[in-house]
Antibody
Framework: QVSLVQSGTEVKKPGASVKVSCQAS????????ISWVRQAPGQGLEWMGC????????KIAQKLQDRVTLTTDTSTSTAYVELKSLRSDDSAVYYC?????????????WGPGTTVTVSS | QSVLTQPPSASGTPGQSVTISCSGS????????VYWYQQLPATAPKLLIY???QRPSGVPDRFSGSKSGASASLAISGLRSEDEADYYC???????????FGTGTTVTVL
């Protein structure tokens, strides 16, 4: 069945970087974009960006453009989000989801989430 | 801050109907499709409605979506205890060149 498996919990210090992975299975990886959404504790959903798995094009939320990098490895059907210069307000659960700007079917499959804690 | 506005809470007794509103603008809901997501406690969101009013397979027909102008609504009929969750609307915003989510609505089954 279609699934997205994410990497494990991360604890980072302010100023460090974190890279979260998302491995897809059960479908053709390059047929759908991958989006990244984060949720701070007790808060709502925040879209971070999406990447075309076929062409590598990215769209990233304006407030994160200078700190976020989205990449993919099509040989392993894995997507990555890297966030640099971490701050305490980057502490959140980070989700990957299948779909994006060009996929009108919505974010139809979600990973379980990766908890990132930023603390000194 | 969220660009799409939802009521913070909604409630009903089992069997009743509940409607959640989502107010946007001419740069998002007014010109693009609306999506709805359900998030049960401590779980990842789940797609409930896509393309304004379409249900993915497996989503009960108790859930229905609609859109009019720059606003959208999610209706839940025949409310059940398992519908207790947070619900988020979402749409592409042409001005921000980004997906935006609503503020979220917590549904309580009394």
């Amino acid at each position: 069945q279609v699934s997205l498996v994410q990497s494990g919990t991360e604890v980072k210090k302010p100023g460090a970087s974190v890279k979260v992975s998302c491995q897809a299975s059960g479908y053709s990886f390059t047929s759908y974009e991958i989006s990244w959404v984060r949720q701070a504790p007790g808060q709502g959903l925040e879209w971070m960006g999406c990447i075309s798995t076929k062409h590598g094009y990215t769209k990233i939320a304006q407030k994160l453009q200078d700190r976020v990098t989205l990449t993919t490895d099509t040989s392993t059907s894995t997507a990555y989000v890297e966030l640099k210069s971490l701050r305490s307000d980057d502490s959140a659960v980070y989700y990957c989801a299948r779909g994006g700007y060009e996929d009108y079917s919505g974010l139809d499959v979600w990973g379980p989430g990766t908890t990132v804690t930023v603390s000194s | 801050q969220s660009v799409l506005t939802q009521p913070p809470s909604a409630s009903g007794t089992p069997g009743q109907s509940v409607t959640i509103s989502c107010s946007g603008s001419s740069s998002n809901i007014g010109v693009n499709y609306v999506y709805w997501y359900q998030q049960l406690p401590a779980t990842a969101p789940k797609l409930l409605i896509y393309l304004n009013d379409q249900r993915p397979s497996g989503v009960p027909d108790r859930f229905s979506g609609s859109k009019s102008g720059a606003s959208a609504s999610l209706a839940i009929s025949g409310l059940r205890s398992e519908d207790e969750a947070d619900y988020y609307c979402s749409a592409w915003d042409a001005s921000l060149n980004a997906f935006v989510f609503g503020t979220g609505t917590t549904v309580t089954v009394l």
